[in-house]
């Protein structure tokens, strides 16, 4: 992604938002006008997703994800995965687009076979408090969840094992990352913390993970981290109003994000060479910044309420 996208085909970027006016937008990245809403009537929504073939967006909300078709103009979701009984609050997929991961305050993680025309869950690992996060590992067979007691556990794939990690007690796990490079990963709390682990890989390639920083990294809580893609940057957002980029060599702050009247920072996204970086805020805003600058370059306006998650696909 260039300044802005300028010269990039416009479906071959693909900006998503949602929030608590019940409505998902998708974006023209480079002009700022909205191409299409969608309504999403049933609830607000928790955490948007894009399929890696770019067909398909999926929308986390209370008791269901819906999926929508992005290649056709129909408003409305095609498949309801349902089940849940509370808010469903991460989804993600499978590199190839195989399967689908989610989270949510039921306290259970999920695995959904997107081959099968039935919206039944295969696989289903339960935890001991409400999830707040779902990570899936760049190898495609560890999921890391975190949830609100603090625990952050390892639930391998392949075998159904699963290894617990507290980094500080009375804090709940807000959001987990893995850097593209496997070689960090990474935990936010609702106390502001920021946690590094290094990451390494035994003989049958199972994950080990070395303490390796801890960081105040917000004020209030820290919502969502994100690595860049080249691994060599982490961004952080946080209901302290401000959205914080790190660099991982020593974990020292590059740029502070930050606008008048932004509100919560609810969530983040880089664009594919690292240059820019999205953010969905309270203020009812998405936003695109320069990384370099910290300047703000674009503002996507129409949400009537809190923007609470964002979704963002490059081109390839």
Known sequence: MTAGGENLENDQIILATGGYDHTIKLWQTHTGLCNRTMQHTESQVNALEITPDKQLLAAASYQHIYMYDLTSNNPNAIVNYEGTSKNVVAVGFEENGKWMYSGGEDCRARIWDLRSRSSQCPKIFEVQGPI???????????LFVGDQNGIIYRWDLRTDNNEQLIPENDAMILDIAISPDCQLMTSVNNKGRCYIWGLTYDNDSSTVMEPRHKFEAHKRHALKCKFSPDSDLLITTSADQTAKIWSTADF???????????????DAEFSADGQYVFTASSDGFAKLWNVKSGQLEREYSGHQKAVTALAFRDAP
């Open 132 to 142: 707040n996060c779902v990570c899936l590992h760049p190898n495609q067979t560890d």
């Open 252 to 266: 020292s702050l590059w740029q502070e994000l930050k606008q008048e009247n932004q509100r919560w920072v609810w």
